[in-house]
Each structure stands twice: as structure tokens, then as C-alpha cells.
């Protein structure tokens, strides 16, 4: 069975940096893409960043281009997010999600329950 | 960007009813649409991939249809269980998008 655990959210001061990590079991983890996708407090879903299953490619929202940083270990079946200069827009959940197919174009597949990242002073 | 645009917002509909909810996108997509599940204090749920293909393990009663800009989700019986909030999303190109989502509630 998939499964993704997410951890690493917790309350952060606004500038300040959190690291998100996604382990991965019941799949090949190195061969599909990762996603992460968030949602505000009673907002809707919003893409956030892509990587491919190599880590050779990756993909941001321009919201936080050049802020966050999506990476993957491979070895450890473990994805991350890491996230800079945080604002207090950038409060929501965060989920992890596999891609359903090879390449990104078979939706996702959100099997963990999510972590929750506040900025706030 | 590519917007997607979900209609109607909200519904409300009795066990039995037949549901449809239907995704534009601002411009063509080709099937590279998926449709999700979400319900309260959950992740989504992934329920049809390229336009129309049905994820494993989702009944048979979501149906997915549309081509280019229109496309529909259709439950053709609704069951109690399938209140929640329901998402489209394209495939298509980066930034990837979401619909506002439609939620539905059973009466």
C-alpha cells in the first residue's frame, strides 16, 4: 500500500526557515514525480513545487520561487521542501503527493495526512 | 497561467441524484485534467486522471468526461459518502492549477 508521512511543520516567525520531509513506502519511490500542494485555511489547493523522479527537474510556483527548494533522497525514500524567508501567507497545510503515473500528467495521489506550517510573530 | 474555473460553487443534492460539475480552463488543455476528492480535515483524493480515465479502487458512478477548455465530472447516483469538496486541476503545462473547488453536500 502507499503511504507518504509528512513532518517537519510546526510555528515559525515570519523570515524565518522550517524543513518539510516526505518518507515514501509501498512504491518505487525513485521512479515518480513528487509534488507538494497546499492549502490555506479554509482556501482551496494550490500547487506549490514538482520534482522528477531522478531530481533532475524541478518546477515552483513563482509565489515561492526563490524561497523554497524541493529536493529528494533517493537512498532514504524521502522528499523535502525546504522553505526561507517564510511569510505569513505561506500558513497552510502541506501534502506531499505521487505522481499516478510516469511524468506528471496522471494527477496525485495524496496518501499522508499532511503537515501544518503557521508563520506568525 | 492556465485558470481553472469550477461551477457551481456549492450544491446540495439528495442520495439518488444524479450531480454533475463542470471545470473550464482559460485555454486548451487537451484531457490533461484530473478531478479530486476532498473531504473535511482530509487529503485529497485522487478519483479521475486524464479527463476521463477512473483512479483505482473509485466507484464506478464518477464519471469524467470533456476535451480542450469544458470538461465534467458526473456522479450518476449520489451515495451519502460522497459529500465533500471536489476539485479539478490541469495537467497540462507549469504552474500546474486548481479549480476554486464546488463543494457538495448531501440533503
Known amino acids: 500500500e502507499v503511504q507518504l508521512l509528512e513532518s517537519g511543520g510546526g510555528l515559525v516567525e515570519p523570515g524565518g526557515s522550517l524543513r518539510l520531509s516526505c518518507e515514501g513506502s509501498g512504491f518505487t519511490f525513485r521512479s515518480y514525480g513528487m509534488t507538494w500542494v497546499r492549502q490555506a485555511p479554509g482556501k482551496g489547493l494550490q500547487w506549490v513545487s514538482v520534482i522528477s523522479g531522478s531530481g533532475g527537474s524541478t518546477y515552483y510556483a513563482d509565489s515561492v520561487k526563490g524561497r523554497f527548494n524541493i529536493s529528494r533522497d533517493n537512498s532514504k525514500n524521502t522528499l523535502f521542501l525546504q522553505m526561507d524567508s517564510l511569510r505569513v501567507e505561506d500558513t497552510a497545510i502541506y501534502y506531499c503527493a505521487k505522481s499516478a503515473g510516469r511524468g506528471y500528467v496522471y494527477g496525485w495521489e495524496f496518501r499522508g495526512q499532511g503537515t501544518q506550517v503557521t508563520v506568525s510573530s | 497561467d492556465i485558470q481553472m474555473t469550477q461551477s457551481p460553487s456549492s450544491v446540495s443534492a439528495s442520495v439518488g441524484d444524479r450531480v454533475t460539475i463542470t471545470c473550464r480552463a482559460s485555454q486548451g488543455i487537451g484531457s490533461w485534467l484530473a478531478w479530486y476528492q476532498q473531504k473535511p480535515g482530509k487529503a485529497p483524493k485522487l478519483l479521475i486522471y486524464?479527463?476521463?480515465s477512473l483512479q483505482s479502487g473509485v466507484p464506478s458512478r464518477f464519471n469524467g468526461s470533456g476535451s480542450g477548455t469544458d470538461f465534467t465530472l458526473t456522479i450518476s447516483s449520489l451515495q451519502r459518502e460522497d459529500f465533500g469538496t471536489y476539485y479539478c486541476?490541469?495537467?497540462?503545462?507549469?504552474?500546474?492549477?486548481f479549480g476554486q473547488g464546488t463543494r457538495l453536500d448531501i440533503k
Open positions: 486541476q490541469q495537467a497540462n503545462s507549469f504552474p500546474i492549477t
Open positions: 486524464a479527463a476521463f
